[in-house]
């Protein structure tokens, strides 16, 4: 009998290549920001976390049916998880998230049923753009005699606050597979739901 191989899934967007350019061309010196690259940039829509591949067929099937009509995907403003003093991650936001809402909720519904969804917080749709490095990185940013990082994260944030991408059309979902790698996670689709 083989081993069960373990996969860490996650259902999301993929950003057409125009996106992720534009989204890249914005990153600054930020001290402790772990930027992503142009290929890790995505939109999660449902986090699964780590599952056996034996669970793949009944992922797919569910994804399968999921109903899904196309709509337009706005991606506009910069965001901060965290504080200036604190950082967690930095995200590129969206326009008119409701779609986006309707559809984490129907693909979390599905992926509930499986026993295999462990979304737990509240969704707001964002697309990560870079994350600051542990508690040491957030630490320094905070203290009294070294205000500069927070304050060139303030100058940042203030700078592409307004940004606003052209927009793109959502015709899929995709199931993707994440592998962290010293240079960081990387992501692979292994579906397209409803398929190309």
């Known amino acids: 009998m083989r081993e069960k191989l373990m996969l860490r899934l996650f259902v999301g967007l993929e950003l057409p290549e125009d996106v992720r ?21 995505h939109m999660t829509l449902s986090f699964i976390g ?3 591949d034996d669970n793949l067929p009944v992922i797919y099937d569910a994804l399968h049916g999921l109903p899904l009509d196309p709509f337009p995907v706005t991606v ?16 590129a936001g969206v326009l008119d998230r409701e779609p986006l809402i309707d559809l984490h909720e129907e693909i979390h519904q599905r ?35 070294k205000r500069e990082p927070a304050q060139s994260l303030n100058r940042f944030l ?3 606050g307004q940004l606003e991408l052209p927009s793109f059309g959502v015709h899929h979902v995709s199931l993707f597979s994440s592998t962290q ?3 960081g996670s990387h992501y692979q689709v292994i579906g397209r739901f409803p398929a190309d």
């Not at 506009?76 to 995200?91: D, E, M, T």
């Not at 462990?118 to 203290?143: D, E, K, N, V, W």
Request: cysteine-free.
């Open 158 to 160: 203030d700078k592409y």
């Open 181 to 183: 790698r010293p240079e």
């Open 111 to 145: 992926l509930k049923q499986l026993n295999v969804s462990s979304q737990g917080r509240g969704f707001r749709p964002h697309i990560t753009l870079a994350r600051f490095r542990g508690r040491r990185t957030r630490q320094y940013a905070a203290r009294q005699d």
């Open 76 to 91: 506009a403003g910069v965001g901060l998880f965290g504080s200036p003093q604190y950082p967690k991650n930095l995200w």
């Open 21 to 41: 350019q534009a989204l890249t061309a914005i990153r600054g010196e930020l001290k402790g920001a772990r930027w992503q690259t142009a290929g890790q940039l």
């Open 50 to 52: 780590n599952v056996g």
